[in-house]
């Protein structure tokens, strides 16, 4: 049975660190291209990493470049998402999905939700009064 189960959201003053780890299980997660999304209250669904397989090359759109990173481990196949310095704008739904379509992608065909076929129940990340 195929799984991906987030984990680690919570509320946090702007300016925190929060780090999101995302579980797997029932497919080969070293094949896949893993990517985090997420979906603010009455926003799209938006791309804010992705890590190919093999090469670890990573995408970040602009507007979270340098404050998050995704990594990934291969043998507890396992992905996590660290947020630093964070943002009230970084509050939404944070969810990680995983594909098989990601040979020779741009930075913004990786963190196109609609190539992703395995997708989280997501964790909730809010920014504390």
């Known amino acids: 049975q195929v799984q991906l189960a987030e984990s680690g959201g919570g509320s946090v003053q702007a300016g925190e660190s929060l780090r999101l780890t995302c579980a797997t299980s029932?497919?080969?997660?070293?094949?896949?291209?893993m990517a985090w999304f997420r979906q603010g209250l009455g926003s799209p669904l938006a791309g804010v990493a992705a890590?190919?397989?093999?090469?670890?090359?990573?995408y970040y759109p602009d507007s979270v470049m340098g404050r998050l990173t995704i990594t990934r481990d291969n043998v507890e196949d396992t992905l996590v998402l660290q947020l630093d310095s964070l943002k009230p704008d970084d509050t939404s739904m944070y969810f990680c999905?995983?594909?098989?379509?990601?040979?020779?992608?741009?930075?913004?065909?990786?963190?196109?939700?609609?190539?992703?076929?395995?997708w989280g129940q997501g964790t909730q990340v809010t920014d504390a009064p």
């Open positions: 890590l190919y397989p093999a090469t670890k090359t990573t």
């Open positions: 999905a995983a594909t098989t379509d990601w040979v020779s992608l741009s930075a913004e065909q990786a963190l196109d939700a609609t190539r992703y076929i395995r």
């Open positions: 029932g497919f080969p997660f070293d094949n896949y291209c």
